[in-house]
C-alpha cells in the first residue's frame, strides 16, 4: 500500500476565502480518497475520485486527479468555520487497507 | 446514516494490563480495521480482517495485539499487556467490499486509551 503525501502542512485562512492542497503519491492508483479529521475525532470519507476521472465535484468541494503527475488537488471554497480540521488524501490500489499522511491542516479564521 | 460504534470512548489503565476495545461496525460491511493515532501524529494502520482471518496487519501489531470477530457484530482488538506507548487513539473502521476497485472506510469515533 502506498500513502499520500499531503502539502502544505498548514494552512490559514479566513472564512469565504478558498483553500486548497495537494496531494502527491508514487505508484499506480485505481483510485484516490479525500478525508477530513476534526480534532480528536475520526476520519470522515469525503470524496472518492477514480483512475479515469479527472475532476469531481460534492458541494463545495472539488478534486483534481492528474495520474500523469500522480497528483491529487482538494479545493475548498466558500470556507467556514466549520471546515478547521486536518485533510489527508488516500491513494488506492488493491490493497485491502487504505494509509494516511501527514494530513494538511487547515484553520478556518472568523 | 449507518455509523461505526466504539467503547469505550476513553479507558486509563495501569501498564502491564489487558484492554479490550470493542467495535460494532457496519452491519453490511464485510472489512474491518483497527488504525491508532499517538498524539500529534498521523493515522497509522494496525490490522484488516476479512471473512474472519486477519489478512494484513503493519508491523506495529506485534504479539501483544489480537483482535477477533466473536459474535455477529462485534470486532474487538485486545492488548494483552499494556505500555506506555500504548497510550493513543484507536479508531476502529470498516467498508463495504473492494469488488468495485473502491474501498471506502468509515471510522468511528475512536477509543482513547491512556496508559500509566
Known amino acids: 500500500s502506498q500513502q499520500g503525501e499531503e502539502d502544505p502542512q498548514a494552512l490559514s485562512i479566513q472564512e469565504g476565502e478558498n483553500a486548497t492542497m495537494n496531494c502527491s503519491y508514487k505508484t499506480s492508483i485505481n483510485n484516490l480518497q479525500w478525508y477530513r479529521q476534526n480534532s480528536g475525532r475520526g476520519l470522515v470519507h469525503l470524496i472518492l475520485?477514480?483512475?479515469?476521472?479527472r475532476e469531481k465535484h460534492s458541494g463545495r468541494l472539488r478534486v483534481t486527479l492528474d495520474t500523469s503527475k500522480k497528483s491529487s488537488s482538494l479545493l475548498i471554497t466558500a470556507s467556514r468555520a466549520a471546515d478547521t480540521a486536518s485533510y489527508f488524501c488516500a491513494p488506492h490500489f488493491n490493497d485491502y487497507k487504505l494509509s494516511f499522511g501527514a494530513g494538511t491542516t487547515v484553520t478556518v479564521r472568523a | 446514516e449507518p455509523e461505526v460504534t466504539q467503547t469505550p470512548s476513553h479507558q486509563v489503565t495501569q501498564m502491564g494490563q489487558e484492554v479490550i476495545l470493542r467495535c460494532v461496525p457496519i452491519?453490511?460491511?464485510?472489512?474491518f480495521y483497527w488504525y491508532r493515532q499517538i498524539l500529534g501524529q498521523k493515522v497509522e494502520f494496525l490490522v484488516s480482517?476479512?471473512?474472519?482471518?486477519?489478512?494484513?496487519k503493519s508491523e506495529i501489531f506485534d504479539d501483544q495485539f489480537s483482535v477477533e470477530r466473536p459474535d455477529g457484530s462485534n470486532f474487538t482488538l485486545k492488548i494483552r499487556s499494556t505500555k506506555l506507548e500504548d497510550s493513543a487513539m484507536y479508531f476502529c473502521?470498516?467498508?463495504?467490499?473492494?469488488?468495485?476497485?473502491?474501498?471506502?472506510?468509515?471510522f468511528g469515533a475512536g477509543s482513547r486509551l491512556t496508559v500509566l
Open positions: 475520485i477514480r483512475s479515469n476521472e
Open positions: 480482517f476479512y471473512n474472519n482471518e486477519i489478512s494484513e
Open positions: 452491519s453490511n460491511h464485510l472489512y
Open positions: 473502521a470498516s467498508s463495504e467490499n473492494r469488488a468495485s476497485g473502491a474501498n471506502v472506510l468509515t
